[in-house]
Nanobody, 122 residues
Framework: HVQLVESGGGSVQAGGSLRLSCAASGRTYSKWCMGWFRQVPGQERERVAT???????WVADSVRGRFTISRHNAENTLSLQMNSLKPEDTAMYYC?????????????????WGQGTQVTVS
């Protein structure tokens, strides 16, 4: 049973920082793709950052240089460090995981999702 639980969201002023965490349970995720997505009501979900089993990370152009994704396999956790936040970063942020080993983690269709954590930047 795959379970992903996000934490660390909240309200912050523009220019501030937040660190999101995702606690994964039910599997050993060290060989899985993991990622962060975000969604604003009425808009499509956006892929923000992903990280592969080899630790190689990808981030969207909209957050490059400000967001950093990392994984901690020993603890089965995933993090997203968000710096220099902008109002347009306001969204519900979701942790995702997938066991696909054949495609790039930056493009795979993720099968498992957390409930999300709200980030509001004003």
């Amino acid at each position: 049973h795959v379970q992903l639980v996000e934490s660390g969201g909240g309200s912050v002023q523009a220019g501030g920082s937040l660190r999101l965490s995702c606690a994964a349970s039910g599997r050993t995720y060290s060989k899985w793709c993991m990622g962060w997505f975000r969604q604003v009501p009425g808009q499509e979900r956006e892929r923000v950052a992903t990280i592969g089993r080899d630790g190689w990370g990808w981030v969207a152009d909209s957050v490059r240089g400000r967001f950093t994704i990392s994984r901690h396999n020993a603890e089965n956790t995933l993090s997203l460090q968000m710096n220099s936040l902008k109002p347009e970063d306001t969204a519900m942020y979701y942790c995702a995981a997938d066991s696909d080993r054949w495609h790039s983690c930056s493009t795979v269709a993720y099968a498992y999702w957390g409930q999300g954590t709200q980030v509001t930047v004003s």
